[in-house]
Nanobody, 122 residues
Framework: VQLQASGGGLVQAGGSLRLSCAAS????????MAWFRQAPGKEGDIVAH????????YYADSVKGRFTISRDNAMNTVYLQMNSLKPEDTAVYYC????????????????WGQGTLVTVSS
């Protein structure tokens, strides 16, 4: 089972990026998918998660109204659309998967991608 994250890069404050996480090795239709991020010197935190059906989503307060998580189960891919980016969004972003309902806790997730770096300049 592999999760491959992509789409990170350097963007100016106020700009947008879309991250993708492609899953392979199994079907993730019964799995919640999530994005976490880890800034330098800080603990990793939940950004958003989405139920396997796509109907239920969760966002950290810091990204509400700016980020949107979505998924395409036919493509085994989850996305994170990030708009109005701020310098404090700078971090390595990781996608993760767990069976059943999504949670905000890293230890609950069974599968992890390798991370993609997002850098937002002021």
């Amino acid at each position: 089972v592999q999760l491959q994250a992509s789409g990170g890069g350097l963007v100016q404050a106020g700009g947008s990026l879309r991250l993708s996480c492609a899953a392979s090795g199994r079907t993730f239709t019964s799995y919640a998918m999530a994005w976490f991020r880890q800034a330098p010197g800080k603990e990793g935190d939940i950004v958003a998660h989405i139920k396997w059906s796509g109907g239920n989503t969760y966002y950290a307060d810091s990204v509400k109204g700016r980020f949107t998580i979505s998924r395409d189960n036919a493509m085994n891919t989850v996305y994170l659309q990030m708009n109005s980016l701020k310098p404090e969004d700078t971090a390595v972003y990781y996608c993760a998967a767990k069976y059943g309902t999504g949670t905000i806790y890293r230890d609950d997730y069974d599968y992890w991608g390798q991370g993609t770096l997002v850098t937002v300049s002021s």
